[in-house]
């Protein structure tokens, strides 16, 4: 046996009118009273026979000369029930147009003059074989005869039809098939174009050319010329969506943003859903792109992931009944690897635009270790060097001065030493790694009293430390360091406080107060956005309180001192509360 992937429609007819056969023979013996078991027990066979075609035929299964042997059981069947129902002299004489039918529609013509042939030469046998009256057994043979030539060339017209229809329902079927296969292609060249680039432009493009493949997989190019489908993908510039990428939009059109407050777009980017629309040239936004006035009907997917919504991808089309469930369906996967290859691209960009960052931050560390070269031991070398000239000279004339001059020298040179090794430790604080940030904060409070006699109060609690992690621990120090350091050179406050404790669950306060000169905050803010030289101090604080996703506050005012504040998130929840709570 072998199964096959569609209905043989011949194997339904012919289990369907030997159906009304059966219940014609059964109403013939019914009116003529001779439906008993001695009599009508011989369609049982044909009833059971014609049970296990039509089985057979809903499992969509054949058997080995499927149409012989359907011809053969009929053949077969009906004779014996012809023969003891009472052959030419009983009710069912007429049996013989069952086996008829079958061959028609197997073997069409010459199918059904084979059924006739044999059930005419068996009413022939019967009449010799019962001596019955031969006239009425040719005549029985005759119809037989004349039914098999006019039931075969119905049988050959039908079968014909049928084959043409199965024909157009397998190119139908084939048609169907390519285009499903070419869709498949298509969403496959889009994922592998997507995961391989990290271009915006190629990313959308790409998106918005294979959505247009996937939606009509015409097989004739010349078609696609004419395709009226138009599309575009649109992401956030700022509070305003931009056209990013367009399919079939004019110059004009490309160059429109839109506030996505009102129509469709508004309830696209508020409910988070793909949704249909209709009257696209009434939509007080949409209604000014000309490529959409013609479109009847179009499909908006909004580009988000979680909580962050990019933009919005839409096609629009003039047939109203474009818009299939199916097509629908195909644009939700379209436009979720869409967002995904976004995402993917964004991410990069964000990697690219750190690396530049850290090129910057490098490139001010080495500024800054340059300026505090210069300003520092580079000036006291040069003094020495200047006081050893002296000093030579001072050795000719008077011995005592020479000496009093070496000794200033000496100390210059200690000073010197001091301030390279406090320059060295702040470049990589070593006990920062061995013994934590309090100790690291409490030894460069130490180096500052001795090289700059400046007074810096740690006060640091240690169950805040035990919550941070040793990368973080390395950022606080860092802005402790550029903090103190800022107010030791511009406020001239006598004592600089560190404090660092815990203030709410998950979230960690620390301050770098003076009283010192102070400063206008809103000025040096403005200085800020532009990086002048002034505000780099500002600029290496931000970066790094980004660093620990932390929230940096600095109140200042002249003459009236400086508090530095950044508060420390331990965890992911606490970071969510403390930057909403900036928000709100």
């Known amino acids: 046996m072998k199964r096959f992937d569609t209905p043989y429609m011949a194997d339904w007819f012919a289990i369907s009118l ?12 019914g009116l003529g009273q001779k439906l008993d078991l001695e009599t009508a027990w011989g369609l049982g066979p044909l009833i059971i026979w014609n049970l296990i075609m039509a089985a057979l035929a809903g499992m969509n299964i054949r058997t080995s000369y499927h149409r012989y042997l359907n011809l053969s059981m009929d053949i077969l069947l009906t004779g014996i029930f012809f023969w003891f129902q009472g052959g030419i002299r009983g009710l069912a004489f ?11 529609i197997y073997f069409e013509f010459i199918g059904a003059l084979i059924a006739a ?4 030469g068996m009413a022939i046998y019967f009449g010799y074989y019962t001596n019955d009256n031969l006239a009425l057994a040719f005549i029985i043979s005759g119809i037989n005869m004349i039914l098999g030539v006019v039931f075969g060339y119905f049988g050959k017209s039908l079968v014909t039809h049928m084959r043409k229809n199965r024909a157009i329902w397998v190119d139908a079927e084939d048609k169907k098939r ?12 889009l994922t592998s174009t997507l995961s391989s680039t990290l271009s915006y432009n190629r990313v959308l493009d790409s998106a918005l050319n294979m959505s247009a493949d996937a939606l009509n997989p015409n097989l004739d190019p010349d078609e696609t010329v004419s395709d009226p489908l138009v599309g575009a993908v649109m992401l956030f510039n700022g509070s305003r969506l931009e056209v990013s990428s367009a399919r079939r939009f004019t110059n004009a059109d490309a160059r429109i943003t839109f506030e996505g407050s009102d129509g469709i777009l508004k309830k696209a980017l508020d409910e988070g859903e793909p949704l249909k629309f209709k009257d696209i040239g009434y939509d007080p936004e949409l209604g000014r792109v000309v490529a959409l006035r013609n479109c009847t009907n179009g499909y908006i997917f909004p580009l988000r992931s979680g909580f962050n919504i990019y933009g919005i991808m839409m096609f629009a089309h003039p047939d109203p009944n474009f818009f299939t469930t199916e097509r629908t369906n195909l644009l939700d996967i379209i436009g979720r690897q869409a967002v995904i290859a976004i995402q993917n691209a964004r991410l ?11 090129a910057d931050v490098y490139e001010e560390a080495r500024k800054k270790l340059a300026r505090d070269l210069h300003d520092g031991p580079t000036q006291s070398v040069a003094a020495m060097a200047m006081r050893l000239s002296i000093a030579r000279r001072m050795l000719a004339k008077d011995v005592k001065m020479a000496a009093d001059e070496l000794v200033k020298l000496e100390e210059l040179a200690h000073r010197t030493t001091k301030e390279i090794r406090h320059m060295l430790f702040t470049l990589r604080p070593l006990i920062l790694e061995s013994q934590g940030l309090g100790a690291a904060i409490q030894s460069m409070a130490d180096k500052m009293v001795e090289t700059f006699s400046q007074q810096v109060d740690v006060q640091i609690e240690e169950r805040a430390v035990e919550q941070l992690e040793m990368g973080k621990q390395g950022v606080l120090f860092y802005i402790i360091e550029e903090a103190v350091n ?10 600089i406080v560190v404090r660092l404790r815990q203030v709410d669950s998950g979230i960690l306060l620390l301050e770098i107060q003076d009283n010192g000169a102070g400063f206008d905050v809103k000025a040096m803010t403005q200085n800020y956005e532009k990086r002048s030289s002034s505000s780099l ?5 931000r970066e790094r309180t980004e660093l620990v996703n932390g929230l940096l506050n600095i109140e200042s005012a002249p003459g009236k001192g400086t508090n530095v504040q950044v508060y420390i998130p331990l965890t992911e929840e606490s970071a969510d509360r403390l930057h909403h709570a900036r928000r709100s």
């Not at 030997?18 to 013996?29: A, T």
Request: proline share 3%.
């Open 178 to 189: 390519a285009i499903q296969n070419e869709r498949m292609r298509a969403i496959y060249e």
């Open 537 to 541: 101090g500002m600029v290496n604080l």
């Open 486 to 495: 800022n107010a030791r050179k511009h406020a001239g406050a006598p004592v």
């Open 94 to 104: 007429w049996a013989g147009l069952l086996p008829i039918i079958t061959g028609s």
């Open 348 to 358: 990069y960009q964000d990697l690219v635009e750190e690396k530049e960052r850290l």
């Open 18 to 29: 030997r159906w009304v056969m059966l219940v014609g023979l059964v109403v013939s013996l």
């Open 117 to 120: 042939t044999l059930f005419s």
